[in-house]
C-alpha cells in the first residue's frame, strides 16, 4: 500500500516501510528485523531529482529557486511527485512490485534548455556503519567515506559492471538495483564534494545530447535484506540470467574452461617456457594469453592477423602438449592506415561530450598519446601504434573481423582467441548504429567471433554483466590501478562480487605487472586472487618458472589445488 499522507508518501510492502517526500526516502525499515536503514538528513536542501547536463552542470528542485512539488494518487500501490521548478520539470513515479516487495522508483526530468545527459535521483542518509558493495573493478566492499570512493563516479558497463549497488550493514542491509535488460545507460555517483553518505543513480539519454531536453524512464528498485551481499547478489543473479536466457550459455561452455588453474598473459611465443611450464603445471589446465603471433608488429594493422612461422610452429608445439591459447585479437581498435578503414570511416567511436573521435596512440619513451585529430597524422603513424575504435553496431565490421580474425587462426589449431578492449562499450555522441549501441554491439561481436570454428572460447579485456555473456576468460584490471598500483589498492580486494555473479559463464585472468618480483606486485597478484580469478603471472622466462620466487611458487602450487 502507498499513501499520501500530507506532502509526503507512506509506502508499507510486503517487506519494508519506507517514507518519502520530495521525492527522497526519508526512512527505509526492514520488516523482518525492525533494522533502520536511513539515517536522519535534512531534506530542506531541495528535492531528490536532479537534471545532469553535458558539462556536468547539475540542476535540481533545490530551495534557492521557485519550485512547487505535489502529490498525486494513481492507485492503491502507485503514485507520483510532480516537480516544476525554476530550472526543470520532472516526475518521480514511486510503486510496489507486489511479488518481491521491492520499492519502485523512476525519476524523469526535463527542461527547454539542450544538452541534457542524465536524471540523477538522490539517496541520502546512507548509515555510517554501512559499506558499498559493488560491481566496480569486479568488486568492492568500503565504506562511502573512504578515499577511493568519495566523490567519484562511475559508468555503466565500462565501469560500473553491473547495475546493482548494495549497502550492507552489520547485520542485513539495503540495496538498489535497475532489472534493465535494454541497454539503457546508466551510471552510479558515489557521494559528493560536500557529502560523502549519499549515492545519485543516473538515467542517461542517448548520444547525440545537443537536442537532449531530458532523461528519464529507467526503475531503480530498493529493497531490504537479511544476512550478507551474496543474499541480494543471488537475486540478481537469478534475475540477470533469467533475462538473458543464460542457462543454456552455461551448458554450452567448453568442460575445459572450468578445468584452468593456471594462466600466464602476455606469452611471446618463447618454445622454452612451454618446457618449463609443462614441468611445473598440467598443461591441459593452462591458459596462455599469446600476444606475439602476427606479422606485424603488436598492435600495429589491426584487423589484419596474419600468423607468422614461429608463432606458426610455437602453436602446434603448444597443442601438441596441451596448452590452451588464446592468439591476441582485438575487438573495435583498428589501424586507420588499414585499407578496411575507408570502408568504416563514418562509424568511428565519437565522445559523448566533446565529439572527437577515440582511439589511442602510443610511443617509446613518452607512453599512450591521444588519438590525432590531424588526418595525415591519422594515416602517417602506424609505427606509434594509432588506433582508432569502430562501433560494433555496425554489422559490417563485424563481418570484416570476423573474417580476419578467422583467417589468422585457422591454421594454429586453437580452441579459443583473445578480443581486446571489450570492456570499452558505453554511451557515444553517435551511440546508436543500425539501431544499436556500443554495449549490444559488443556483445554481438563476440558471439560472432565465438561461433567461428564451430565454437571457440572467447577470451577479453575487462568484465560486466553484457560481456560475460559471450566471454570464457576475461583479463581483469585492478581498481584504478590497470599499468600503477594506486595508493590503497589493498583496500580494493575485499569483495569477489562479479566471480559470485557471473560464476558458471566467465572466468577472469590478472592483466599486468603480476611476475611477483616485487612487494608491489605481490599486492597486485593478491588482489587479483581475492577477487577470485585464476592465478596469473605475466610475461616470465623459463628460468623464471623453474626457479621461482617465493610468490610464483605459491601460485604455481595454488595451480595444482
Not at 536511513?38 to 531534506?43: M, Q, R, V
Not at 566492499?141 to 568519495?150: I, M, Q, S, Y
Not at 546493482?164 to 555517483?189: E, P
Request: net charge negative.
Amino acid at each position: 500500500m502507498i499513501e499520501i499522507a500530507n506532502d509526503k508518501l507512506q509506502i508499507d510492502t510486503k517487506t519494508l516501510t519506507a517514507e518519502m517526500t520530495r521525492g527522497s526516502l526519508l526512512s527505509l525499515k526492514s520488516k523482518g528485523t525492525g533494522a533502520s536503514w536511513i539515517a536522519p538528513f535534512s531534506a530542506d536542501d531541495g528535492a531528490a531529482p536532479e537534471l545532469v547536463y553535458a558539462n556536468g552542470q547539475a540542476v535540481g528542485f533545490g530551495s534557492g529557486k521557485p519550485v512547487t512539488v505535489s502529490l498525486h494518487r494513481l492507485s492503491d500501490h502507485c503514485s507520483e511527485f510532480r516537480f516544476h521548478g525554476w530550472d526543470a520539470d520532472g516526475v518521480i513515479r514511486v510503486s510496489e512490485c507486489c511479488e518481491t516487495g521491492d520499492l519502485l522508483i523512476e525519476p524523469s526530468a526535463y527542461s527547454s534548455r539542450a544538452g541534457v545527459r542524465a536524471c540523477r535521483w538522490w539517496l541520502r542518509g546512507v548509515p555510517e556503519e554501512t559499506e558499498l558493495v559493488a560491481p566496480l573493478y569486479q568488486g568492492v566492499k568500503l565504506p562511502l567515506t573512504d578515499p577511493l570512493l568519495r566523490d567519484s563516479f562511475w559508468s555503466w558497463p565500462i565501469s560500473w559492471e553491473a547495475g546493482l549497488a548494495i549497502l550492507q550493514g552489520r547485520q542485513g542491509g539495503f540495496w538498489v538495483h535497475a532489472q534493465d535488460s535494454s541497454y539503457r545507460y546508466k551510471a552510479l555517483k558515489v557521494g559528493a564534494a560536500a557529502e560523502a553518505r549519499c549515492l545519485g543513480f543516473d538515467t542517461e539519454a542517448y548520444g547525440p545530447l545537443g537536442g537532449s531536453l531530458g532523461a528519464g524512464g529507467l526503475t531503480w528498485r530498493v529493497n531490504v535484506f537479511e544476512g550478507d551481499w551474496q543474499v541480494p547478489a543471488q537475486s540478481y543473479r537469478d534475475w540477470l540470467f533469467a533475462a538473458y536466457n543464460l542457462a543454456p550459455r552455461v551448458a554450452a561452455r567448453a568442460e575445459w574452461v572450468e578445468q584452468v588453474g593456471f594462466a600466464v598473459s602476455w606469452y611471446g611465443g618463447e618454445p622454452d617456457l612451454l618446457e618449463a611450464l609443462a614441468e611445473r603445471v598440467d598443461p591441459a589446465k593452462t591458459l596462455l594469453h599469446f600476444s606475439q603471433w602476427r606479422v606485424d608488429a603488436y598492435d600495429e594493422n589491426y584487423p589484419d592477423y596474419t600468423p607468422s612461422e614461429s608463432a606458426k610452429a610455437v602453436a602446434r608445439k603448444a597443442r601438441e602438449m596441451g596448452f590452451h591459447l588464446l592468439p591476441h585479437c582485438n575487438s573495435v581498435d583498428m589501424d586507420p592506415s588499414h585499407p578496411a578503414y575507408q570502408y568504416l570511416r563514418d562509424f568511428e567511436y565519437r565522445e559523448l561530450v566533446t565529439k572527437g573521435r577515440l582511439g589511442w596512440g602510443w610511443e617509446a619513451g613518452r607512453g599512450i598519446l591521444s588519438v590525432p585529430n590531424g588526418n595525415a597524422s591519422l594515416h602517417e603513424n602506424r609505427h606509434r601504434k594509432v588506433m582508432i575504435k569502430v562501433h560494433p553496431g555496425l554489422s559490417m565490421w563485424r563481418s570484416i573481423l570476423a573474417e580476419e580474425i578467422w583467417k589468422g587462426i585457422e591454421g594454429l589449431d586453437v580452441d579459443g582467441v583473445f578480443i581486446d578492449v571489450t570492456l570499452c562499450s558505453h554511451n557515444l555522441h553517435n551511440c546508436l548504429v543500425e539501431n544499436t549501441t556500443s554495449t549490444e554491439g559488443m556483445k554481438l561481436l563476440i558471439d560472432q567471433i565465438g561461433q567461428l570454428d564451430n565454437g571457440l572460447a572467447v577470451g577479453g579485456e575487462g568484465l560486466n554483466e553484457i560481456t560475460m555473456q559471450g566471454l570464457s576468460f576475461a583479463q581483469a584490471h585492478l581498481f584504478h590501478s590497470h599499468h600503477a598500483t594506486c595508493e590503497g589498492l589493498e583496500r580494493a580486494g575485499g569483495c569477489p562480487l562479479n566471480a559470485f555473479l557471473f560464476d558458471g559463464l566467465c572466468r577472469t585472468f590478472g592483466y599486468s605487472r603480476l611476475s611477483g618480483k616485487t612487494a608491489e606486485e605481490v599486492l597486485r597478484s593478491r588482489v587479483h586472487l581475492a577477487l577470485g580469478a585464476i592465478p596469473t603471472i605475466t610475461g616470465p622466462t623459463a628460468e623464471e618458472i623453474r626457479n621461482p620466487s617465493s610468490h610464483v611458487r605459491e601460485l604455481l602450487e595454488r595451480a595444482h589445488g
